[in-house]
């Protein structure tokens, strides 16, 4: 077979490593705010936290602050984005299909964006350290913000 030939191949091939790195970035990127959304309006709605939820928004924008000082601009972003080939988009673990309360929710939810912030921290080291020391930074308010959010929501169900 002529790998010239190949579509897919060549569709493969058409892509930069550094475009991948940028695909990466705004999955992550989407990730993190995604999730850090869910556990804001369990915080606003359910608890009824005001100060909570202000700060769960505060670093879901922050997310978005601080990838700006990154040489990438949206369109770059956006050009990188490859949804409907994303080998990733129909894996699903069984955990992921349950949930039996809130507080399951809220944890799946903020770390998975505690896991994007990592993914956005150890690849900003390639384009600027002080960014990557601001991901890591708000990684580990996500952290706190865990210690007191969860058990906060573990008591609705008691």
């Given amino acids: 077979m002529i790998i010239g030939k190949d579509p897919e191949l ?15 970035f705004d999955a992550n990127l989407n990730r993190g705010r995604e999730g850090l959304r869910v556990v ?9 936290d005001a100060n909570l939820a202000s700060q769960l928004k505060t670093a879901r924008h922050d997310i978005t602050l ?5 040489p990438l601009s949206e369109l770059e972003l956006l050009g990188a984005r490859d949804s409907k080939s994303d080998v990733g988009a129909e894996l699903n673990s069984a955990s992921e299909d349950i949930r039996v309360d809130l507080s399951q929710i809220a944890t799946a939810n903020i770390r998975r964006s505690q896991e994007a912030v990592r993914v ?9 350290t002080n960014v990557a020391l601001k991901f ?14 969860l058990p906060k929501l573990m008591a609705c169900h008691a």
């Fill in 10 to 24: 060549r569709r493969i091939r058409r892509f930069s490593v550094m475009d991948k790195i940028i695909r990466i």
């Fill in 40 to 48: 804001e309006d369990l915080v606003r709605f359910v608890l009824d």
């Fill in 66 to 70: 601080i990838a700006k000082q990154l």
């Fill in 120 to 128: 956005l921290e150890e690849l900003s080291k390639l384009y600027d």
């Fill in 136 to 149: 890591k930074k708000l990684r580990f308010q996500l952290y706190e913000l865990e210690r007191q959010i």
